[in-house]
């Protein structure tokens, strides 16, 4: 029997941004498939709706692979794609398996012999890198620093050198309600001459993307409670 495909499925980053989010073919796809994997049930269904889902929701199946459902056999969420049905895999935010949970579920569709789509959609760390001006050729993305104060100053300023030596943007996040704190660390140790882009609520109303040296950033007060950020660190010789 031949094996279903496994669609990965992007999602807005911001409130009210379907329109820049979902392409035609977005719509075209969910509305071919019954079968999703996703991270919280609750969001999905939304998301669904808002890209134009015509398929009753009452006749969907939603495997959930949230966090309490993790570290457990991978094996029923399979059952669908193994009996030839197509299924979507969808993350909280952007593109499921960039800097998402849902790799793991990709990895195992390989490992599978399940054929993965991945469809065009937003995603932050993509975004940030398009509207910091750095180099984008070659980039790295870290995910989270330390949280330990001198472990996190210690990584920046080994950051600020690899984008020195490498020529190479450093990128990085942290959860939003510590974002001022990883701000107020940048700030204070990296050099004045580093470039420090900052890309805040990406597609969303309130968007904030800003790109100049720390020596200017020490002079401008910003906000960034609770607001989804990626940060872009530069530095040339």
């Known amino acids: 029997m031949q094996k279903g495909t496994l669609f990965l499925i992007p999602v807005p980053l911001a409130e009210n941004a379907t329109q820049q989010s979902f392409t035609p073919f977005v719509g075209d796809t969910i509305n071919a498939i019954t079968v999703y994997i996703v991270e919280n049930e609750k969001t999905a269904r939304k998301f669904l709706?808002?890209?134009?889902?015509?398929?009753?929701?009452?006749?969907?199946?939603?495997?959930?692979?949230?966090?309490?459902?993790?570290?457990?056999s991978l094996a029923p969420f399979f059952k669908e794609l193994a009996?030839?049905?197509?299924?979507?895999?969808?993350?909280?935010?952007?593109?499921?398996?960039?800097?998402?949970?849902?790799?793991e579920i990709v990895a195992?569709?390989?490992?599978?012999?399940?054929?993965?789509v991945p469809l065009v959609g937003p995603s932050a760390i993509l975004l940030a890198l398009m509207a910091s001006g750095f180099n984008g050729q070659s980039f790295t993305f870290h995910g989270y620093l330390p949280i330990d104060k001198v472990e996190r100053a210690k990584r920046i300023k080994e950051l600020e050198q690899l984008a020195l030596k490498n020529r190479q943007t450093q990128i990085f996040m942290e959860t939003p309600f510590r974002n001022n704190h990883l701000y107020e660390d940048v700030l204070k140790n990296a050099s004045p001459q580093a470039m420090l882009s900052i890309a805040c609520n990406i597609t969303g109303a309130d968007e904030f993307i800003k790109t100049q040296s720390v020596a200017l950033w020490k002079n401008e007060r910003i906000d960034l409670h609770k607001k989804p950020a990626i940060f872009l660190l530069y530095k040339q010789g």
């Open 49 to 72: 709706k808002e890209a134009g889902l015509k398929t009753p929701q009452s006749e969907l199946v939603i495997h959930d692979y949230g966090k309490h459902k993790r570290n457990t």
């Open 83 to 103: 009996a030839g049905k197509d299924v979507g895999l969808m993350s909280e935010a952007g593109c499921p398996g960039v800097a998402d949970p849902g790799a």
């Open 108 to 116: 195992e569709a390989h490992r599978r012999g399940i054929k993965v």
